[in-house]
């Protein structure tokens, strides 16, 4: 078994537009969801998110630097299924940040319907994480939000 943490965040600077409207409509302390892992080989803790401009690795160290962690849930996977996410990261490293899907998620609140999905050819932080250890949120990849990810948490305890 693969030992990795969801963790739910908000940046550190009070004025961040995207942050301060997704805890303002989802009535959360959080804005942000990410993937905190152990490098055994690197001695280093990763976090593993779609952020600024496009899906990254921080050092933990760095990102809690600029963010406040709000919630982290430990989360079991199967080596196997570490395995397939692990190398779903590696080749997502990079790809652009969703800012249209931002825009259409917000939509999507308002008429039912994201009319920017994109699948995967770019990705916000709820997406990534969601697609990448294929959380069975019941929820369209390209319309979940923080707020999804950290209800189906609770109810299933990880």
């Given at each position: 078994m693969a030992l990795i943490y969801i963790g739910f965040?908000?940046?550190?600077?009070?004025?961040?537009?995207?942050?301060?409207?997704?805890?303002?409509?989802?009535?959360t302390?959080?804005?942000?969801?990410?993937?905190?892992?152990?490098s055994s080989t690197a001695d280093e803790w990763l976090i593993?998110?779609?952020?600024?401009?496009?899906?990254?690795?921080?050092?933990?160290?760095y990102f809690v630097e600029s963010n406040d962690v709000i919630d982290?849930?430990?989360?079991?996977?199967?080596?196997?299924?570490?395995?397939?996410?692990?190398?779903?990261?590696i080749q997502h490293v990079g790809a652009p940040y969703g800012v249209k899907q931002v825009v259409g998620i917000a939509l999507g609140i308002i008429f039912g319907k994201n009319?920017?999905?994109d699948g995967s050819q770019s990705y916000v932080c709820s997406e990534l994480i969601q697609c990448m250890i294929?959380?069975?949120?019941?929820?369209?990849?390209?319309?979940?939000?923080?707020?999804?990810i950290?209800?189906?948490?609770?109810m299933h305890d990880g």
């Open positions: 965040s908000k940046p550190k600077k009070w004025f961040v537009p995207y942050s301060w409207i997704i805890r303002l409509v989802d009535k302390p959080y804005s942000h969801v990410y993937i905190k892992f152990y593993y998110q779609a952020s600024h401009t496009s899906v990254n690795f921080f050092n933990e160290k982290e849930f430990p989360f079991k996977l199967a080596e196997i299924d570490w395995h397939s996410a692990l190398k779903f990261a009319p920017f999905k294929d959380l069975p949120t019941g929820i369209d990849p390209d319309s979940v939000r923080p707020v999804d950290h209800h189906y948490l609770e």
